[in-house]
């Protein structure tokens, strides 16, 4: 499994590898082999560049062998980076400490590297290594973590943008059945009537169009657009239809819903109640506390069966859009459905 694992910044690395190092010699200080301890003049420079270059090779050493499909287990490959690094650093850190013994011997006259130089060179080497090398671990695992819950999200959103993209679609052919299913009966009604109620379906039809690609759109266009196709409503059933509107300008302000919300609420109410002299439709369209309120009375046609794939769509897209439910109450012969009116990025 190839993957690779994130580099701290320049600055970070020569910090830790400094603090770590100042540790690590005050040690050495106190239990020193040396004759002549090191003392904090060039050569506690060079000792703390040895240090630094130390963390530098197990960095990328880690992250080499992170990179080769050497263990098919995840948990494996990083097992044998770690070891690995901490091997190379071990090893970096006491050939180059044998090259600063020798310095310190000619330059200051100190002993050369002996034996027990070399094993407790070693010895700090190792502990070095180690230190960084599960640094670098630790760094790696945060930065996958991360990220992983960053891919979730993704996934998450891809997932949501494909399920909305279907229930979008499948608004054209509920929107022509029950419009079509309409025209029908108005054209033996009423021609001219039919006539102005295909210019409004057409209207309508452009601008579910205009909105195809879109997953929410201002509430106040949609608002205007509910009140067009609501303006033939009412003339068809004159005198046995009858619109409240409670609606607020300010409540519409900066929100947003889902393309045809709306107007899917209004068909429903038209297609599943009776609508004539004897069984009057009143709807209600009101607004409160950053909902959207369609109320009507109920006058059922004993006959319709219905599926209710129209509200089911609309919690669905909800259900996707925001955590907000969509409230549907039937009592006392009155059923409403309200949907929350969703905060716009301005």
Not at 2 to 30: D, E, F, H, N
Not at 42 to 66: A, G, K, P
């Amino acid at each position: 499994m190839k993957t690779s694992s994130p580099r701290l910044p320049l600055g970070v690395q020569i910090v830790l590898s400094v603090t770590v190092a100042i540790i690590m010699y005050g040690v050495i200080w106190v239990s020193s082999q040396f004759k002549y301890p090191p003392g904090f003049g060039w050569s506690m420079i060079l000792m703390l560049l040895i240090t630094y270059l130390t963390f530098e090779l197990v960095v990328r050493v880690q992250n080499r062998l992170m990179q080769k499909s050497l263990v098919a287990n995840l948990n494996g490959q990083r097992a044998l980076a770690v070891l690995g690094s901490i091997l190379a650093g071990t090893a970096a850190y006491t050939a180059q400490f044998y090259v600063f013994k020798w310095i310190d011997h000619w330059v200051d006259g100190s002993e050369p590297p002996f034996l027990q130089h070399m094993v407790m060179a070693a010895l700090i080497g190792l502990v070095f290594s180690v230190i960084f090398a599960f640094i670098q671990l630790g760094i790696s695992w945060k930065e996958q973590y991360f990220e992983s819950q960053l891919e979730n999200e993704r996934f998450k959103s891809e997932i949501a943008k494909a399920n909305l993209s279907i229930l979008k679609n499948q608004l054209d052919p509920h929107f022509m059945f029950n419009n079509f299913n309409t025209l029908y009966y108005l054209i033996d009604e009423d021609s001219d009537l039919a006539r102005k109620f295909l210019k409004n379906v057409s209207t309508i039809y452009r601008y579910i169009l205009q909105n195809n690609d879109k997953a929410l759109i201002p509430a106040h266009e949609e608002y205007e657009m509910a009140r067009q196709y609501l303006a033939v409503i009412q003339q068809r059933y004159e005198g046995c239809f009858t619109l409240i509107d409670e609606t607020s300008d300010k409540a519409f302000k900066h929100r947003d819903v889902p393309p045809l919300v709306l107007q899917q609420l209004i068909e429903n109410a038209i297609k599943h109640n009776r609508i004539d002299e004897n069984s009057p439709l009143q709807l209600s369209l009101s607004t409160h506390d950053n909902y959207l309120t369609v109320k009507n009375n109920l006058n059922p046609k004993r006959t319709e069966a219905t599926g209710k794939t129209g509200l089911k769509n609309i919690e669905k897209r909800y259900h996707y859009l925001t955590g907000k439910k969509v409230k549907i109450q039937k009592e006392a012969g009155e059923f409403s459905v309200s949907v929350p009116l969703i905060a716009a990025h301005v």
